[in-house]
């Protein structure tokens, strides 16, 4: 007699892992992008608002520590590292353009903030290496601490942003296509830790990322929102002003 259970329970675990394979490499190609919106602003434009330099420092030591994390974790997490590593990159020439078109900022500023992005680079490349030649991979009890702590940073990165952006009423800084890449970029995310919850028994490597990124998805909700909605009354503004 077919256990028809069984059967079942197997054909519904091989669809969630093809779905896990899917979801993890349609979140890395969006991970992988988060900096490129406003690097193409930086490069359209050449000039950098008022943005809170705090917060994409932030963001960028996220990235490593995702890194950090994801190079030497759940196999599931390759996804993760790979994201994170070409993320890295783009996000260092973005700050440095930050740095760069912002016409208040001397020489020296320019090349701490070079010097800076350059130890971060050469952390990356130390753990390229450490993933590659390393057998030791972090033990599920230190994943399900790296997973609750290091992810805090991505998502509360824009936190001193939206304070500013709140205090003055200024939400030009950053390109609204910057947040909905963020927003994608979380729902995706929310999918993969889900997925990954149900189909595997070492659940504590993906319960923190859930969790912070169900956080995320609200925060950077509320920037796109109003970022959007602040340009949508500045481009009425702008027609009203032309027509008269």
Same mark, same amino acid.
């Given at each position: 007699m ?12 091989s669809?969630?892992?093809?779905s ?7 979140a ?6 988060l ?8 490069l359209?434009? !050449?000039?950098?608002?008022n943005v ?5 420092w932030i963001?960028q030591t @996220? ?11 759940? !196999?599931? %997490? %390759?996804?993760?590292?790979v ?7 783009f996000?260092?020439i973005?700050?440095y353009?930050?740095?760069?078109? &912002?016409?208040?900022?001397?020489k &020296? ?5 070079a010097? @800076?992005l ?5 952390i990356?490349?130390?753990?390229i290496?450490?993933n590659q030649?390393l !057998?030791?991979? +972090?033990?599920?009890?230190?994943q ?6 290091f992810?805090s940073?991505?998502?509360?990165a824009?936190f001193?942003?939206l304070i500013?952006?709140f205090?003055k009423?200024?939400? !030009?800084g950053?390109?609204? +296509? ?15 830790w889900?997925?990954n919850i149900v189909?595997?028994?070492e &659940?504590?490597?993906f319960i @923190? @990322?859930?969790?912070?990124q169900?956080i995320?998805?609200i925060?950077f909700g509320?920037q796109?929102t109003?970022?959007?909605?602040d340009h949508?009354?500045?481009? &009425? ?8």
């Open positions: 077919i256990d028809y259970i069984n059967v079942w329970y197997n054909h519904n675990m669809t969630i892992a093809i896990i394979v899917v979801f993890s490499w349609i890395a190609a969006v991970v992988a992008s900096g490129i919106p406003q690097l193409i602003s930086l359209k434009h !050449k000039k950098t608002g809170n330099f705090a917060s994409f963001f @996220g990235i490593l520590l995702w890194i950090i994390w994801s190079s030497l974790g759940h !196999k599931n %997490l %390759l996804n993760a590292f994201a994170n590593s070409i993320s890295i990159v996000y260092s973005m700050i353009l930050l740095y760069h078109y &912002k016409q208040e900022f001397g &020296k500023q320019k090349f701490l903030a010097a @800076g350059s130890i971060y680079l050469i990356w490349i130390i753990f290496i450490l030649t !057998k030791f991979r +972090w033990s599920t009890q230190t399900l601490i790296l997973g609750l702590i992810p940073l991505t998502t509360l824009f001193p942003q500013y952006s205090k009423n200024e939400w !030009k950053i390109s609204y +296509w910057m947040f909905l890449v963020y927003e994608i970029n979380n729902i995706v995310w929310i999918i993969f889900i997925l189909s595997t028994e &659940k504590q490597a @923190g @990322g859930l969790v912070w169900i995320s998805f925060l509320i796109f109003f970022t959007l909605r949508i009354l500045t481009k &009425k503004k702008s027609v009203i002003e032309t027509d008269f």
